[in-house]
């Protein structure tokens, strides 16, 4: 069956450090993943965009990757602050899917302590 | 200010009653979606419209019925018929005619059916 996970619930990390969060996807063939900061009783705010021939998006403090062998995407902040605390959520569209099938991940809670 | 309004951010209503979300958006997009999250869920489409006076069911569109008259509204209406009716509820809209595509979220209406 089709699935895409993100590693953890929960992320905790120390302000500085760099953060890396996991989306993970069996059975789908994306054309495109995104990722979305979605803070709490809000709606999620697009980040990032990396389509499947791209390995490298970066935007400020920003990295995401796209490994389709490995069929994973890797989302980094550096120099992590208190400010980035908040829920990350990756999705991806598939190839031949409508523009409604975008498929969302259940999030992972980054929580960034001083 | 361009954007996606929701309204009202809390709603209540009885077992039994329908009720309807509001929706709307000036950023001049064809296409707008309608999501429900649950706690320790990913976002999940109910409906969506790529054009005015057409839309498409989307995962769990059983007990929900949608219109779109005009391009920059698209109501949600929650009926009696869906059984588990308490949720966040999240609205979004994005460009029509391009492969990779942003969606644009609104601040969301949390529904309390009692």
């Known amino acids: 069956s089709q699935k895409i996970e993100q590693n953890s619930e929960a992320l905790n990390i120390q302000e500085g450090k760099t953060a890396t969060l996991t989306c993970n996807y069996t059975?789908?063939?994306?054309?495109?993943l995104q990722w979305y900061r979605q803070d709490p009783g809000r709606g999620p705010v697009f980040l990032l965009l990396?389509?499947?021939?791209?390995k490298e998006k970066r935007k400020e403090r920003l990295k995401v990757t796209f490994d389709t062998t490995l069929k994973q995407s890797l989302f980094h902040i550096t120099a992590s602050q208190p400010a980035d605390s908040a829920t990350y959520l990756c999705?991806?569209?598939?190839?031949?899917?409508?523009?409604?099938?975008?498929?969302f991940g259940k999030g992972t809670k980054l929580s960034v302590k001083p | 200010d361009g954007g996606i309004t929701q309204s009202p951010k809390y709603l209540f209503r009885k077992e039994g009653q329908n009720v309807t979300l509001s929706c709307e958006q000036n950023?001049?997009?064809?296409?707008m979606y309608w999501y429900r999250q649950d706690p320790g869920q990913g976002l999940r489409l109910i409906y969506y419209?790529?054009?005015?006076?057409?839309?498409q069911k989307g995962d769990i569109a059983e007990g929900y019925s949608v219109s779109r008259e005009k391009k920059e509204s698209f109501p949600l209406t929650v009926t009696s018929a869906q059984k588990n009716p308490t949720a966040f509820y999240l609205c979004?809209?994005?460009?029509?005619?391009?492969?990779?595509?942003?969606?644009?979220f609104g601040p969301g209406t949390r529904l309390t059916v009692t």
């Open positions: 979004a809209s994005s460009t029509q005619g391009s492969l990779a595509y942003e969606q644009y």
């Open positions: 059975n789908y063939s994306p054309a495109y």
């Open positions: 990396i389509r499947e021939n791209e």
């Open positions: 999705a991806l569209q598939n190839y031949g899917g409508s523009q409604g099938n975008l498929i």
């Open positions: 950023l001049n997009h064809d296409a």
């Open positions: 419209s790529q054009i005015v006076n057409d839309f």
